[in-house]
């Protein structure tokens, strides 16, 4: 076992429905664990760290964990800071001033790539200290694990969301572009698939940014769709592009990891409803066409009250196996990760992978579950891998709507 010291927790990056599941998963196994000092948390993740701003759990009412480990967004409050060396060696000056021998950075593959750092620093210093990554995000674009907490949480949002859309769409007949969440992966969006319960519904066309987009092709898609069925849906990631990588909307707000600002705003969904309309009235000219767009943006995130079992169940698994990989010992870091075990019911185990395989690098949506036509994904393949991570999603029911014979008017 390692030197008895404290354990220090942090949250980075957007949060989600599930992320404080792991930090109550991490903080009640460390407060039970044998030779563990205090147990800290980072308030705004590293920036926390910095400033010397840390709560302590000893302090904090156990009764309320619960409620809190439920409660979507971060319960530490989080942070968007890139860090350098210099401030990582910073963080681990802290540790030592603090004695803090265990760390838990929770969230996405920049919080894994400050982990990375800091651990590897303590080793290079030979200061024991054991850091640990604990997964979180959205987007479900994290290396090596089978699926991301927060993933399955936020695409039954966007699901649900989708299965509105398209039942407000199907009364009024028209066009409704939806912009979701996704960057440079594409797996939140793809999840809009799920909506699809009957032949005819949405959304009928999806576009990921691991297909370069084309303006062109998307509104003859479109008008494809709308001719044959009045109406049509669609899903688009926020980070489509064209060939190499050539921006559809340009943005001048840049965040610290030098990305373009893409969800605060309702740029993207302005331009392709903007092109259809212009398509529309071009080769159907002489009929009104209602064009309608809508950016999720955040509210994808925190949704309460549609959060997956699966989600909050696995979540909180990961931050126990967290504490549990750093107090057996056998490695003094790495990330947890989720394995979808073989067999005919749904399980995934944890393991301990490697923060260097995690760290900065992202996972796209399989272009194999991508149609060629690059517009719709590949049910065959996509529904098995997401639908047990949802929980059970709300039954959708038409009328037959078969027109009775009646005679006609009197003159």
Known sequence: MTHPGNVLVGQSGGPTAVINQTLIGVVEAALAAPGAGRVLGAINGIQGILDGRLCDFADEDRDRFEVVAQTPSSALLSVRLKP????CRRILDRCRQLDVRYFFYIGGNDTAETTHIISRMAEESGYDLRCFHCPKTIDNDLCVTDHCPGYGSAARWVIQALMADNLDNRSLGGVKIDIVMGRDAGWLTAASALA??????GPHLIYLPEVDFSLERFV???EAVYRRLGRCVVAVSEGI??????AIVDSAEIDSHGNRQLSGSGALGDVLAGAVKRHLAAVMPGSAHRVRADTFGYVQRCFPGVISPVDAAEARQVG???VAAAWAGDQPSGSIALRR?????YQATTFVTPLATVAKVTKP???AWTTPSGNDVVMEQFDPYLRPLLGALPEIGHLRLRPIDIAPESA
Do not use: L, M, W
């Open 341 to 345: 075990e073989p067999g005919p019911s």
């Open 241 to 246: 592009h064209g060939p190499e990588r050539a």
């Open 365 to 367: 949506f399989p272009t």
């Open 320 to 322: 126990r196996d967290a």
């Open 196 to 201: 699809r319960v009957h032949a005819d519904d």
């Open 84 to 87: 350098d060396d210099d401030i």
């Open 220 to 222: 003859a898609d479109v």
